[in-house]
């Protein structure tokens, strides 16, 4: 169900409504084809994750040994919706107020991210950790479908003429994400056991020594650690897609408002097909084959997304056809979506399976850390190079991204890394 609700706050602020408002209404440099407002919702981005990444790894080593995985996540979810109904109040040229509040809301949304993960495997046996994992993915996906279908038909279009209706998304995400996580913090369990503070001893005392445990911890995990390195390069590619999908789309393919609705549908249906499909494949062939099946896909719906305007005249030339750009984007789309919700639950439920559970919190951390300097190396990157080439040929930086990470998941051992994680629950268990 947390799922369900957070999924409101990444579509209709991150990638659909807010991004697209932020730079094409609130800053809105149009004559320099938008390039100073893609650089600033870049730079906001890349240090709301920074500042995760320098959190999550610390607050997860509290979570684990003050078993305080619910709290944290309470905290981050109200963080969350104080700063999303807040923006509200960014109106054209208060940009720098939408900087700030875009920092804040997605600062707080990416930690809870990697404290809900961090249940994972509390939730089911290893074999199921797929399924369990794809099927959270997909309902985030129906969430999704519902929060911003009503905001799409209700609050219209991301212009200017529209700008007070419109600006009642953050209100209403922060809403949505308020209500419908309810049932996570009535019926979800905290399972750990507090550990006692020792006397003249703080929290982050014990936070530091363990992440410096955990640093050390990770040579006896190696498939952990390469997995990480993986994952910091395809999520970089994904965030670059999160964070620019639709913006690409109004300035490079300038789809209209009834083919960006369409989209936004096509995206989340294959999204949640893609997550729940793949999970259950997962669980038969194994979560690395499907991370890196998924990473192939995400190549070719780059070059895709590139060469659409292109191909576009050609299949018009060729078959006689009037087609436009933003037609052949939405089958586009389709391939966007089954890789976007099938990656990311595979690759949870990777880091799941090398988990051992009484360093859930910590491991989970690290995959936040890893998620999240993804998102500054990718989105920074994204930014400075878009300022120099443009949108269109800079989204060419997400294929060799994706190359990179297939690369280096390929001397990842699944079975090895599970045995790694089995054998330290054992060894835990001996010692209690």
Not at 15 to 28: C, D, K, M, R
Not at 127 to 154: D, E, H, M, P, Q
Not at 308 to 337: I, M
Request: glycine content about 10%; hydrophobic content about 55%.
């Amino acid at each position: 169900m947390f799922d369900f609700a957070n999924q409101a706050f990444t579509l209709l602020i991150i990638t659909v409504v807010f991004g697209e408002l932020y730079t094409t209404v609130i800053v809105g440099d149009r004559g320099d084809d938008y390039r100073l407002a893609n650089l600033l919702w870049s730079a906001a981005l890349a240090i709301s994750y920074l500042l995760v990444v320098i959190l999550g790894p610390l607050c997860g080593a509290v979570m684990d040994y003050a078993a305080a995985k619910k709290r944290f996540l309470f905290i981050s979810y109200l963080a969350t919706v104080i700063a999303t109904g807040l923006l509200y109040f960014v109106a054209p040229g208060y940009v720098w107020l939408g900087f700030l509040l875009i920092v804040l809301s997605n600062t707080a949304y990416s930690l809870g991210e990697s404290f809900i993960a961090a249940f994972l495997p509390e939730l089911g046996p290893p074999r199921s950790l797929g399924r369990i994992s794809g099927f959270g993915w997909a309902l985030g996906y129906v969430g999704g479908l519902f929060a911003a279908g009503f905001t799409l038909v209700v609050l219209g279009d991301t212009s200017a003429e529209n700008f007070e209706r419109i600006r009642w998304v953050g209100p209403f995400a922060a809403g949505f994400f308020l209500v419908t996580a309810i049932p996570t913090f009535l019926w979800l369990k905290e399972r750990g056991v507090a550990t006692s503070l020792p006397p003249r001893v703080s929290y982050t005392d014990i936070a530091l020594a363990r992440v410096r445990q955990t640093l050390q911890d990770l040579r006896r995990f190696r498939d952990l650690a390469i997995f990480l390195v993986s994952l910091l390069f395809s999520m970089a590619g994904v965030y670059i897609i999160i964070a620019f999908a639709f913006i690409y789309g109004a300035q490079v393919i300038r789809w209209d408002e009834s083919v960006r609705n369409l989209m936004f549908i096509i995206v989340q249906i294959t999204a949640a097909v893609g997550a729940l499909g793949f999970g259950f494949i997962q669980d038969r062939i194994g979560a690395k084959i499907t991370y890196l099946f998924t990473l192939v896909l995400w190549v070719a719906a780059i070059l895709a997304i590139w060469a659409t305007p292109e191909v576009t005249a050609w299949l018009n030339a060729w078959l006689g056809l009037d087609w436009q750009a933003q037609h052949l984007f939405l089958v586009v789309g389709c391939l966007a979506g089954l890789s976007l919700g099938s990656s990311q639950s595979a690759s949870r439920a990777l880091v799941g399976l090398f988990s051992p559970r009484d360093k859930a919190a910590e491991f989970f951390g690290f995959w936040g850390l890893a998620n999240k300097l993804a998102g500054v190396i990718g989105i920074v990157g994204l930014g400075l190079l878009q300022a120099v080439v443009g949108l269109k040929a800079s989204i060419l930086l997400c294929a060799a991204l994706f190359i990179l990470a297939i690369l280096i998941c390929l001397s990842v051992n699944q079975a090895r890394g599970q045995r790694a994680a089995e054998a330290w629950e054992r060894r835990e268990i001996a010692a209690y």
